[in-house]
T-cell receptor
Framework: DGGITQSPKYLFRKEGQNVTLSCEQNLNHDAMYWYRQDPGQGLRLIYYSQIVNDFQKGDIAEGYSVSREKKESFPLTVTSAQKNPTAFYLC???????????????FGPGTRLTVL | DQQVKQNSPSLSVQEGRISILNCDYTNSMFDYFLWYKKYPAEGPTFLISISSIKDKNEDGRFTVFLNKSAKHLSLHIVPSQPGDSAVYFCAASAGYGGSQGNLIFGKGTKLSVKP
């Protein structure tokens, strides 16, 4: 039963605390992505990783950090430096063979983070 | 500066009729386009894609049309069903490895199909 899992579905944190969102995939995809969605907005890219132990900043990386120690996992940490952390966070993956054309990204169910 | 634009935030259609969702883009390097469907509090689901070498791609009730000269694509849903009610995102990519392979998303169009 292949897919992308994100946990937890809902997360509450106090202002000033770092929080880590989990993303796991068993699709054997090389590439993984983190997006943020705000009401009335499209998906904005935070970070992406095309191979293990490598990742790149997306359009809105400030206040976030990631790691890619395993192919299956791409956790996102929302740090206290992120000024507006309350949002819906989406993780995605794609086959992502380096140098090949872009391919379809498949999304997890998302995590709703609320900072109180 | 938005590279992918969905100018209609919402669209309401009667069940059984055609739904047409539109998307415009500005980057002439985009050569791969996708449509995603999203329900509230869920991740987007891939619907259909089209490469710039084609001008039409069909999958069941869903057809995507691409007009490269106008930098415009559209998603047609025929016939529309109440279960199609969702937000639809258009996405585009410049194609090959590195950051050019990343998808750029529009802001979405909320489709409501009324019984």
């Amino acid at each position: 039963d292949g897919g992308i899992t994100q946990s937890p579905k809902y997360l509450f944190r106090k202002e000033g605390q770092n929080v880590t969102l989990s993303c796991e995939q068993n699709l054997n995809h090389d590439a993984m992505y983190w997006y943020r969605q705000d009401p009335g907005q499209g998906l904005r890219l935070i970070y992406y990783s095309q191979i293990v132990n490598d990742f790149q900043k997306g359009d809105i990386a400030e206040g976030y950090s990631v790691s890619r120690e395993k192919k299956e996992s791409f956790p996102l940490t929302v740090t206290s430096a992120q000024k507006n952390p309350t949002a819906f966070y989406l993780c995605a993956s794609s086959i992502g063979v380096w140098g090949s054309r872009a391919d379809t990204q498949y999304f997890g169910p998302g995590t709703r983070l609320t900072v109180l | 500066d938005q590279q992918v634009k969905q100018n209609s935030p919402s669209l309401s259609v009667q069940e059984g009729r055609i739904s047409i969702l539109n998307c415009d883009y500005t980057n002439s390097m985009f050569d791969y386009f996708l449509w995603y469907k999203k329900y509230p509090a869920e991740g987007p689901t891939f619907l259909i894609s089209i490469s710039s070498i084609k001008d039409k791609n069909e999958d069941g009730r869903f057809t995507v049309f691409l007009n490269k000269s106008a930098k415009h694509l559209s998603l047609h849903i025929v016939p529309s069903q109440p279960g199609d009610s969702a937000v639809y995102f258009c996405a585009a990519s410049a194609g090959y490895g590195g950051s050019q392979g990343n998808l750029i998303f529009g802001k979405g169009t909320k489709l409501s199909v009324k019984p």
